[in-house]
C-alpha cells in the first residue's frame, strides 16, 4: 500500500487544519486506515481509524469532539483519500501526523498497538503555536 500524507502546516492555537491521506494499492477490501502522531520525546499515539468495510470510527480520547476522520466516497477497495479535519488545536496536538493501515486490527486496537502496522506513511508535520 501506498500512502501519501499531506496538509500540516503552522497554525495557531484554537485554529483547525485538514490533513489528507492518499491510499492505494490495498490488498483485501477489509482494512482499517487511520493516522497516528509522534511528537519529539514522546510514544507513537493513535489518534483516529476508519474501517473500510463498515465506516465505523474511533478517536483516542484526547481528540474526541474536536477531530473528524472522513474518507472520500468514491467506493473502489483498490484506493481512497482519508481526511483528518483537525479542530481548536492546542500546541500539545503538535506532531509529525502519519497515515496508517492495517488487514488485522480495527477500532482501538489499531489505535492501541504498539507493534508495526502492515503499512506507515511518511509523515506531514503540524505544528500549532500558543
Known amino acids: 500500500v501506498q500512502l501519501q500524507a499531506s496538509g500540516g502546516g503552522l497554525v495557531q492555537a484554537g485554529g483547525s487544519l485538514r490533513l489528507s491521506c492518499e491510499a492505494s494499492g490495498f490488498t483485501s477490501a477489509d482494512y482499517t486506515i487511520g493516522w497516528f502522531r509522534q511528537a519529539p520525546g514522546r510514544r507513537r499515539e493513535g489518534v483516529a481509524c476508519?474501517?473500510?468495510?463498515?465506516?465505523?470510527?474511533?478517536?483516542?480520547?484526547s481528540v474526541k469532539g474536536r477531530f473528524t476522520i472522513s474518507r472520500d466516497n468514491i467506493r473502489d477497495n483498490a484506493k481512497t483519500t482519508v481526511y483528518l479535519q483537525m479542530s481548536d488545536l492546542t500546541p500539545e496536538d503538535s506532531a509529525v501526523y502519519h497515515c496508517?493501515?492495517?488487514?488485522?486490527?480495527?477500532?482501538?486496537?489499531?489505535?492501541?498497538?504498539?507493534?508495526?502496522?502492515?503499512?506507515y506513511g511518511q509523515g506531514t508535520q503540524v505544528t500549532v503555536s500558543s
Open positions: 476508519i474501517r473500510n468495510i463498515d465506516d465505523s470510527v474511533d478517536y483516542v480520547r
Open positions: 496508517a493501515v492495517d488487514y488485522y486490527y480495527s477500532g482501538h486496537s489499531f489505535l492501541g498497538t504498539p507493534g508495526p502496522l502492515d503499512h
